[in-house]
Structures are given as C-alpha cells and as structure tokens.
C-alpha cells in the first residue's frame, strides 16, 4: 500500500511558476513509478508527467519546456515545477504511484493516487 499526499497547489497569474509536492509513505517498492495528472473541469484527467526509479522523466507534449518532475527519495517526496503557466494550466493536480512506469499516462497504470491540490492561473 502506498499513501499520497498532496501540497503546494494555489493561484497564480499566467506565466508564473508554482511548485506542487506529494508526500508518499507505505511500500517503497510499489511506488517506484511516480506520475502527475491533472483534471480541469467538465474534462477528462490527463497525464502530465512521469518518473521512474531510475529518475527517467517523461512529459506530455502540452507541457514540455515548462514543467518539471522530480522526486527526493530520501523525503519520498515527488515534486513537479510549473513555470510559465498559462489559464489552460488550471486544474485539480494529483500525484499517482504504482511500481513501474509504463508507455503513456493511462490511469488504470497507476493504483495508488492522493486527493489533489487545485492549480489556477489567471489572465
């Protein structure tokens, strides 16, 4: 089992930067994989950014340049930097975890998720 936590989510104006961390406790083996997605209202919960064990990072094409995703396993912290964040952005982050990544940001991948820290930038 793995927990999830959440932090760091607010508001900020377009093309600013906000940090997101998720605190992970439980089996360190079965959260080998960490990832973020998001989901903007009234839309589908989207892939936004994976990390394997070996600090392997992939990112979805909408946010590459500008957002990046990486983890202290010491703290067993997962963290995602968000610079020149534009209204699209906005949306309800979550932090996922599972023990190997695997192609895509499909959501039946991941068996562990948090309850999310809400993003908004605004114009």
């Known amino acids: 089992q793995v927990q999830l936590v959440e932090s760091g989510g607010g508001s900020v104006q377009t093309r600013g930067s906000l940090r997101v961390a998720c605190a992970a406790s439980?089996?360190?083996?079965?959260?080998?994989?960490m990832a973020w997605f998001r989901q903007a209202p009234g839309k589908e919960r989207e892939g936004v950014a994976s990390?394997?064990?070996?600090?392997?990072?992939r990112y979805a094409d909408s946010v590459k340049g500008r957002f990046t995703i990486t983890r202290d396993n010491a703290k067993r912290t997962l963290y995602l930097e968000m610079n020149s964040l534009k209204p699209e952005d906005t949306a309800m982050y979550y932090c996922?975890?599972?023990?190997?990544?695997?192609?895509?940001?499909?959501?039946?991948?991941?068996?562990?998720w948090g309850q999310g820290t809400q993003v908004t930038v605004s114009s």
């Open positions: 996922a975890a599972d023990t190997f990544c695997r192609s895509g940001f499909r959501l039946d991948d991941f068996r562990y």
């Open positions: 990390i394997d064990r070996t600090d392997r990072a």
């Open positions: 439980g089996s360190t083996y079965s959260s080998g994989c």
